[in-house]
């Protein structure tokens, strides 16, 4: 275990700060908000007047890491220890660019917020102030702390600042998230172990995993989506304390809950996720409509899963959830979809994606000829896209039915169907024809043309429907 201790600097030459005149986003209010946390030994914030010390002026930080290194800077500058903390370590250690830096300190929030010219109190009952340097350049920095008792399995009733950084790991969730990052020599704190289980490719809770879990339930499903997202395997103690407490994840909101689904959705491997959600036991409180499922039917739930991110890798973030959500509801009537759906609190837009695609998906199957008017008229549809890998997931890239599909659609991307419909009531009215519910009969007809490439532009439109209305006499 290596332990960098603390080196004061020179007075900061790099961190950034806005020009004179410029409005400071601190937020302003003292008192911890009615729900949250106290603070013992607590925050007031600093007086509007507060001088800016310990920072010079220049150009905003060109990267992420760049700002989290000024701002590491100005704290050490002023006194004060200052680590890199958490997913970014983590991410970085992995080879993964960091999406965001959060920095941990002993400061206090109010000697934060005097030491940088733009602050937002983003959780001031915890201690966590918002330091901005500029456009998508802010750094959430948290004070050094320890986490009272746990009442109701998902914050603590209070916290209380701490002195040293292993204190403030040690309240953490798992120990490739506690460890500490020098940002002077990138030189790692570790007093958990973290490092070991991050080459390991474990997942290990910090401390005692029951009272982890007791703290938070939802961290038994924030392990699931770590294993997911990294492929790493669950150790030992800490999956048999989720196996014990999966019961009790029904505490937790299901918006909570559904936000850390969609996380699984996402990662790189759902179909381990959702494995693990089976054998740890949290699969029928997280998805409830699953209790029940038959051995076979979770079979191919997983497999499907297991296929969903090559099915849909041309697909966005959301668009593969969405994708996911119909995976679970596969062969369920729609009352059942709705009521699972709704009990889920997802979004209208989703709840709209996944009933069109799961009925889109119903109409791609029945189909016998793949090159038909029906056929082509789902693949030409905005949400084709997800219809495809839907299929592709359930029944492999290599089914026929999704090599049939695929070919149409290859063969959509190539000849472009034009602009439908191509024949309006407009135009019908311009052939002298009065509107009536033939119009809807005229205008499907030249639809099932164009879609089987019989009709290609509106002049051979408006010839069909002339010629059909002298066949007809109407």
């Not at 809770?205 to 990294?230: I, T, W």
């Not at 419909?421 to 809807?440: C, E, I, N, S």
């Amino acid at each position: 275990m290596s332990r960098v201790g603390r080196q004061d600097g020179p007075p900061a030459s790099s961190a950034w700060a806005e020009p004179d005149g410029a409005r400071s986003g601190r937020a302003a209010g003292g008192s911890a908000q009615a729900g949250l946390p106290s603070v013992q030994d607590g925050y007031a914030p600093p007086p509007k007047d507060a001088k800016v010390t310990g920072v010079r002026r220049s150009e905003p930080p060109k990267t992420l890491r760049e700002g989290a290194d000024q701002v590491a800077e100005v704290l050490r500058a002023a006194g004060h220890q200052a680590y890199l903390a958490g997913g970014c370590v983590r991410d970085a250690l992995l080879g993964v660019e960091p999406k965001d830096y959060d920095i941990t300190t002993d400061a206090t929030p109010e000697q934060v917020a005097r030491l940088f010219r733009r602050t937002i109190l983003v959780g001031a009952a915890f201690g966590v102030v918002k330091v901005v340097l500029g456009k998508d350049r802010d750094y959430e920095v948290a004070t050094f702390r320890t986490d009272g008792t746990y009442t109701d399995g998902r914050r603590p009733d209070a916290v209380a600042y701490a002195k040293t950084a292993e204190e403030d790991v040690l309240r953490r969730d798992f120990t490739l998230n506690a460890l500490l990052m020098d940002p002077r020599d990138d030189s790692i704190l570790d007093f958990v172990g973290g490092r070991q289980d991050l080459e390991a490719g474990l997942i290990r809770a910090v401390g005692v995993p029951e009272a982890r879990f007791q703290e938070d339930r939802l961290r038994m499903l924030r392990a699931v989506r770590f294993a997911a997202r990294f492929g790493f395997a669950i150790e030992a103690e800490t999956r048999a304390a989720i196996q014990h407490q999966a019961a009790a994840l029904t505490d937790v909101s299901v918006e909570r809950i559904s936000a850390e689904l969609e996380g699984i959705f996402k990662s790189e491997r759902p179909g381990l996720g959702f494995e693990l959600l089976a054998e740890t036991g949290l699969l029928v409180p997280a998805l409830p409509h699953l209790a029940g499922q038959a051995p076979e039917a979770r079979a191919r739930m997983q497999a499907a899963l297991t296929r969903l991110p090559e099915a849909a890798q041309a697909l966005g973030p959301d668009d593969r959830v969405i994708v996911a959500w119909a995976l679970t509801l596969e062969g369920r009537g729609p009352d059942e979809v709705d009521a699972a759906l709704r009990s889920m609190k997802l979004s209208r837009e989703q709840l709209r994606g996944v009933k069109a695609l799961l009925l889109a998906q119903g109409e791609l199957t029945s189909m016998e000829d793949p090159k038909g008017a029906a056929a082509v008229g789902l693949l030409a549809r905005p949400d084709a896209p997800l219809a495809l890998a839907f299929q592709a997931a359930l029944l492999g890239a290599d089914h026929p039915a999704v090599a049939r599909a695929r070919a149409v659609q290859a063969d959509l991307l190539e000849h472009p169907l034009p602009p439908r419909p191509l024949v309006t009531g407009a135009d019908l009215q311009g052939l002298g024809l009065r509107p009536g519910p033939h119009f809807k009969g005229l205008m499907d007809a030249v639809d099932v043309e164009v879609l089987e490439r019989r009709i290609h532009d509106k002049a051979e439109a408006l010839a069909f429907v002339q010629a059909r209305l002298g066949a007809t006499g109407e």
